[in-house]
């Protein structure tokens, strides 16, 4: 499978916000598209970049993507990389796609002196846990929680 993962444009906005929704359906939660084309463009191309985009692109269409920002970690005293989303459409899994993105994320990672790479996923999503698991990642049981500020 002929396959480009390249950094995100502006044009390509449309595009991500349907694959945040397919993400979103896949890890069965809700999902408005309402703000997200404009909350994107600010946090991937704003003056103040906030988050860190690729794509997959295929023959001229967005297949997947993943994000990431560079953060900081209070126990380690040192910076670590959140990768947020990884996701690749149906047809696109099990090509490895998501091996070469995560290849790149680590690059990024050593590149950037991160003590690790941090990232989540449903206990449900037993597919991208055995995915993880096969890069030699280790999973730490948590609870995520969320409050309305």
């Known amino acids: 499978?002929?396959?480009?993962?390249?950094?995100?444009?502006?044009?390509?906005?449309?595009?991500?916000?349907?694959?945040?929704?397919?993400h979103a359906a896949h890890e069965k939660a809700q999902y408005s598209p309402e703000g997200k084309l404009e909350g994107l463009r600010k946090a991937i191309f704003g003056e103040n970049k906030k988050l860190n985009c690729w794509?997959?692109?295929?023959?001229?269409?967005?297949?997947?993507?993943?994000?990431?920002?560079?953060d900081f970690s209070t126990w380690d005293a040192a910076p670590f990389l959140y990768m947020d989303c990884l996701y690749l459409n149906e047809n696109c899994r099990g090509k490895?796609?998501?091996?070469?993105?995560?290849r790149r994320i680590q690059k990024i990672a050593r590149e950037e002196k991160c003590v690790n790479i941090q990232w989540q996923t449903p206990e449900f999503n037993v597919r991208a846990?055995?995915?993880?698991?096969?890069?030699?990642?280790?999973?730490?049981q948590k609870m995520r929680f969320f409050l309305k500020p």
């Open 1 to 22: 499978m002929d396959y480009l993962i390249r950094p995100c444009e502006e044009k390509d906005l449309p595009e991500l916000v349907q694959l945040c929704a397919a």
């Open 55 to 70: 794509v997959v692109d295929i023959k001229g269409k967005l297949e997947g993507f993943t994000t990431y920002t560079i």
């Open 96 to 102: 490895g796609i998501g091996q070469e993105i995560m």
């Open 129 to 140: 846990i055995k995915f993880y698991v096969g890069l030699g990642s280790t999973g730490k």
